[in-house]
């Protein structure tokens, strides 16, 4: 009965320790979840690169890269969906995502053919 017992607890330290450990690394292994549905297989002569939107702040990774795609060549036009205002009395203090779109060309000096699409 005793080695029973002592199994038991023996594995439940080590599922204790395996859990930890994925927690404790959490951001490791949801990039390396995330890479196993990533795929790239962007080609040159696209009509356009669609930059899609999402929660505040993704345009700062998302625009940067389609701008790299933009001076390779792979399409004359960047298209950004137009986002819905979620308060209109907020619109002053709201940044939209084309605003940050287009902070970020200013900050990057670059000249792009950009267009709004509605959403």
């Avoid at 951001?27 to 297989?41: C, M």
């Avoid at 929660?55 to 960047?78: D, F």
């Amino acid at each position: 009965m005793k080695t029973k017992t002592t199994t038991i607890f023996t594995l439940t330290v080590i599922i204790f320790l395996i859990i930890a450990g994925i927690c404790a690394n959490y951001p490791f292994f949801l990039t390396q979840y995330a890479g196993f549905f990533s795929k790239s297989t962007a080609s040159k002569g696209a009509d356009a690169l669609v930059v899609l939107t999402g929660p505040k702040g993704v345009m700062i990774n998302r625009i940067p890269h389609a701008l790299e795609l933009y001076r390779h060549g792979y399409s004359q036009l960047i298209l950004i969906p137009e986002e819905r205002q979620p308060n209109l009395a907020l619109k002053n203090i709201y940044k939209s995502n084309w605003d940050e779109a287009l902070a970020i060309l200013r900050e990057e000096k670059i000249k792009a053919n950009i267009a709004r699409i509605p959403s």
